[in-house]
């Protein structure tokens, strides 16, 4: 028989079962003895069946499929995130579609209607840097589309979010920079609307606070372009009257860029300035000095995103909004000093 012809009938007819009992040992259903289950597995793997998922997604109006949004998959930390959502969905027999934002809210929103109208039945989402209003996802929210968000995340939207605490990972960071003997310490940012930028920076904030050290507003600096600002806000630094001994960065890729600016003007790391980076790129342990960073868990948040969403796709009359906070590492590698210079000083 071959295998395009076989049919969930013709697998029902062969073991003289109903079509249902078949169907509910697919879905592995509580009510199908375990022999049986096994009977039919043995006999789709013989014949080669494949379930026909566009005849299945007419009669359920479910696709199995999930619409991922990030704003740029070369990065490493979202690359990574991907992965954990497609390992789990696969586990779970959903599918993804995955599109990138290219940190542009016009396409962000773009991606979205292109992903509802392909069917899927929820979405994940990471928002892009240029994400002021997310009244359209309130939109899809209050038509009872699942949404959830990771990463970076909005306060005004009532969904299911993944996170990591971003405050209190960047308060550790900064506690660091002064356990070192660092009292001049600089913040580069994304835009004061980025809620993880915002976050990271309410850490950096306490930790000055705490350790009774001036808030200085011409160290705290915000890049609209992660691309390309890095490089001037950190010349910018080198030109005030009396620069930074330390700079904390919202993430690897700007503190990366930082350095080499640093080093372009000859000044030395971590020697006259210390620098920290957030996400732990693999990059970070190879370039010179190696950078000191906060490794997040991107593989796990994408695995917890996804078990999330799809909870909501299956029991959606239990569904109440949930944030899960994971756990962050802080690495220490070259980029910064150690304590004891700071006892030696």
């Known amino acids: 028989m071959k295998s395009s012809q076989t049919t969930v009938r013709d697998i029902a007819r062969l073991l003289n079962i109903s079509v249902a009992t078949v169907s509910r040992a697919l879905r592995d259903h509580i009510d199908i003895k375990p ?17 026909n998922f566009a005849a299945k997604s007419l009669r359920t109006n479910k696709t199995n499929t999930l619409g991922v949004v990030v704003p740029e998959i070369v990065m490493h930390f979202f690359s990574n995130t991907l992965s954990g959502i497609q390992e789990y969905a696969a586990l779970h027999d959903y599918n993804i579609i ?13 991606n979205i209607q292109k992903l509802l109208a392909n069917r899927v039945d929820g979405l994940i989402i990471s928002l892009a840097i240029d994400t002021e209003n997310v ?33 209190a990972a960047s308060f550790r960071a900064v506690e660091y920079l002064i356990s070192t003997g660092c009292h001049r310490i600089a913040y580069i940012g994304g835009p004061k609307k980025l809620y993880v930028s915002r976050e990271r920076e309410m850490g950096y904030v306490r930790a000055l606070e705490k350790n009774q050290l001036r808030i200085d507003q011409e160290l705290i600096v915000h890049c609209k372009n992660l691309h390309t600002d890095p490089c001037e806000v950190t010349k910018h630094l080198l030109e005030l009257r009396e620069i930074p001994d330390a700079i904390f960065c919202m993430n690897d890729p700007i503190a990366i860029q930082v350095m080499q600016v640093l080093k372009e003007k000859q000044v030395r790391v971590p020697d006259d300035i210390s620098v920290i980076g957030f996400t732990n790129e693999p990059v970070s342990s190879f370039i010179e000095p190696s950078l000191t960073t906060i490794s997040q868990p991107s ?9 999330l969403i799809i909870d909501q796709l299956k029991k959606p009359q239990v569904y109440k909004p949930t944030t899960r ?15 004891e210079y700071a006892l030696e000083h």
């Open 135 to 167: 009244d359209y996802l309130r939109q899809l929210v209050d038509r009872n589309i699942p949404v959830l968000l990771f990463d970076r995340v909005s306060d005004d939207l009532e969904v299911s979010k993944v996170v990591v605490d971003d405050s």
């Open 325 to 339: 906070v994971l756990e962050t590492n802080f690495i220490i590698r070259n980029s910064t000093r150690k304590v």
């Open 98 to 110: 995955v599109c990138q934002s290219m940190e542009s809210a016009r396409m962000e929103e773009t």
């Open 299 to 307: 593989f796990e948040m994408g695995r917890v995103a996804a078990s």
């Open 35 to 51: 022999e049986t289950r096994k009977k039919v597995l043995e006999l789709v793997e013989q014949l080669n069946y494949h379930p």
